[in-house]
């Protein structure tokens, strides 16, 4: 008997793309960082999260020197059609070229084309923007995207580690000018990592974006025991953390990684479940199995709840004092990626 449910599908955003809850991260798909998973161990992997009913898989083209596309190339090669398969531009590859990063139009050709040599593929189902460039207008990036997108190179595109109002001003200029719009967002996002609440979220809720979550263990800080050193240098938010998710962990007899993960979950996003190890993504993959109830998710919450600062905690007061007019009640959506407290 299987130890979790199939894996639930989502639509990613607005692109129609079917793809399943959790994420396969391959940053760790190759060895040449000095840590990760060699290829033999890679296909196991990759062969457990497809027989658990996964389909999405995530990489970039800086991960691991490029050795994670060239890995994942070699194992999606059978079944191209039946994955949908991500990576990511912008980061430098050459540290001699200033040029080989960037969002220009120049860095994402290279990026593109070596992507796709690596990967053993005619298109991407998707490409990210790996972060933000303050130094090429919005505006250049999106019409090169959409250039690629006409051109069958790349059918959808998303954005990670970047600012809410650069996301949400590319949203309008591509509406106004019909070119592609992203479709999906990729943030830090953990118990410890909650300030994309005040932003982020918000905006991705208002433009209909997935939001994949990168690090829903918080480099697994909450999920293993460390050496007194690095113990006395944890911060209060993430002994909190920690403590909180290991007594629940205890209560409903499962790890500690499942229940961060199960609580990402819980908030809308689609976690991304890296592993160096077959037991690794086992133990991440069972976060499907957990139900955590409101108890646990209000004990969750609060031991890690953040303020969103102004202007929210300023409106907060207005709403209270009746200075505004009392929010409408949102309509129930089993879906979103905003907390609750956060669609009034």
């Known amino acids: 008997m299987p130890e979790h449910s199939p894996m639930p599908l989502r639509v ?24 990760g998973a060699d290829e ?8 457990q999260y497809r027989e658990a009913g996964g389909n999405f898989v995530d990489t970039a083209n800086n991960y691991t020197n490029g050795a994670s596309e060239e890995i994942l190339g070699r194992l999606v090669a059978g079944e191209r059609d039946s994955v949908v398969l991500s990576t990511k531009y912008t980061l430098c590859t050459d540290p001699d070229d200033p040029n080989s990063g960037g969002n220009h139009r120049k860095s994402m ?3 593109v084309e070596t992507s796709l040599r690596r990967l053993g593929t005619d298109h991407l189902d998707l490409l990210w923007v790996h972060a933000w460039d303050p130094f090429t207008p919005v505006d250049e990036t999106l019409r090169a995207l959409d250039d690629l997108v006409r051109a069958g190179k790349i ?9 809410a109002w650069v996301v949400a001003r590319s949203a309008a ?21 909650r300030t994309p609440e ?5 905006m991705a809720q208002a433009h209909d974006l997935a939001v994949c979550a990168w690090s829903p263990l918080a480099r697994g800080l909450r999920a293993r025991e460390l050496p007194p ?8 938010v993430v002994r909190r953390a920690r403590d909180t998710i290991r007594e629940v962990a205890a209560e409903l007899d499962t790890t500690p990684a499942r229940v961060a993960i199960a609580w990402v979950r819980s908030r809308g996003l689609l976690p991304s479940i890296g592993a160096r190890t077959g037991e690794q993504l086992r133990d991440n993959i069972g976060a499907l199995a957990v139900a955590l109830d409101e108890n646990h998710l209000a004990r969750l919450d609060d031991a890690t709840r953040i303020r969103l600062g102004y202007p929210h905690d300023f409106l907060d007061g207005l709403y209270e004092r009746r200075t505004l007019p009392p929010p409408v009640a949102p309509r129930e959506n089993t879906t979103s990626t905003v907390p609750a407290r956060l669609r009034t």
């Open 12 to 35: 990613l955003g607005r692109s129609g793309l079917r793809v399943s809850e959790f994420c396969l991260g391959a940053m760790t798909f190759g060895t040449d960082w000095g840590f």
């Open 40 to 47: 033999e161990t890679s296909r196991a992997i990759y062969r």
């Open 109 to 111: 050709r290279r990026s």
């Open 155 to 163: 059918l959808a595109i998303g954005v990670t580690n970047t600012p």
């Open 173 to 193: 200029i591509a509406e106004l000018r019909g070119w592609t719009s992203f479709c999906a967002l990729q943030v830090e996002y953990s118990l410890v990592t």
């Open 198 to 202: 005040r932003e982020l979220l918000p």
């Open 229 to 236: 050193e690095r113990e006395e240098r944890l911060t209060p």
